[in-house]
C-alpha cells in the first residue's frame, strides 16, 4: 500500500495484540514517515476501523483487512472511483487465496471462500446491494461519513456481521454503495476448527441482533433457516440439536469426525460435515443470543 502514490498514509491499528506487532510498525515507520502505528485495547473489528479513521487525516479512508493483501494500485483505483462520483461506499473484491498446505483445518478455507463467491455473485447482480450485505475486508468511503455514522455499534455485541449492520445503517442514512472487482486484493484467509465454530456460533447470534437492530431490512432466524434445503435426516439433526443435551452430543461428535484421518482425506464428506456442524452451532448462538427460536 505504501508503494501506491494515493496513499497519503497508512494507519496500522493494532487492536490489542501485544506479539510484537505494534513494535513492528514502529520500526518500519521510523523510515516512512507515512506509516503511522495506532495502539487501542481491545474494540474489535468496527472499533479499530473506527480509531483509524479518527486518526486519518484524509478525505476519503480506505479499510483493509490484516490478511489483506492489496493488488498493486488499490489505493488509487479507490480514490479514482471516488473521484468519478460512483458511490459513497465503495465495496472491493478479496477472494480467498488457496492455501499452499494440505492441513486438516482446510476445509473451513474452502467453505469460506465458496461462500464469499457466493455472496459476490449477488453483488454482481445487483452492486448496490453492497451496503444491505456489507463485507468490510475491503472497502473506502468519505471520512466525514465515517465520523457521523459511527463505525462501531456499542449494542453490536457480536464480531460477526458488524461490518454488516455497519452497511445497514450507512443505508438508512442516505449513503449509496456499490461493488466493483477492479478494486482487488488477496485474502489470506486461514481458520482453525475452533476458530470455524466460533465464527459460526457468532454468525447465528448475530443474524439476531441484525434483525433486532434492523427489523425492516433483516427477518429474525428461525429453525427453518438452519435446516434449510438439508436432507430430511440432517434436517431432524439440526432440529433435534435445539435441545441442550443433543447439542452437548452430537455437536462434539461433528468435531471428533472431522479430525479423523479417514474422513479428512475424503474432501466432500468432511465439507458436508463441516456444513452440518455450521448450521447446528449457527442454531446454537442464535438460540444464546434470543432465548429461543420461534417459527
Known sequence: MLADPAASEVIVVVDGSRDGSLELVERLAQDEPRLRPLFIENSGDMGARDAGARAAGGDVVMFLDDDGLADPGLVTRHAERHAEGAADVMVGYMPV???????ADNFALRIYA????????GYDRDPRSALQHLWGGNFSMRRADCLAIGMKNPGFTEHYHADRDFGIRCMEAGLTGTFDRALSAVHLHE???????RDSRSQGAAGVLLARFHPRIVAAP????????????LRDLVHLTRRP???????????LLLRAPGVARVRVLQENLARVLRRI???????EQSGSLRG
Open 222 to 233: 428461525g429453525p427453518a433457516q438452519f435446516a434449510a434445503r438439508l436432507p430430511r435426516p
Open 191 to 197: 481458520r482453525t476448527l475452533e476458530s470455524f465454530v
Open 245 to 255: 443435551r443433543a447439542y452437548a452430543l452430537v455437536s462434539p461428535s461433528l468435531k
Open 281 to 287: 452451532e449457527q442454531q446454537h448462538g442464535a438460540i
Open 114 to 121: 465458496e461462500e464469499y463467491e457466493g455472496g459476490c455473485q
Open 97 to 103: 487465496k488457496p492455501s499452499a498446505h494440505d492441513t
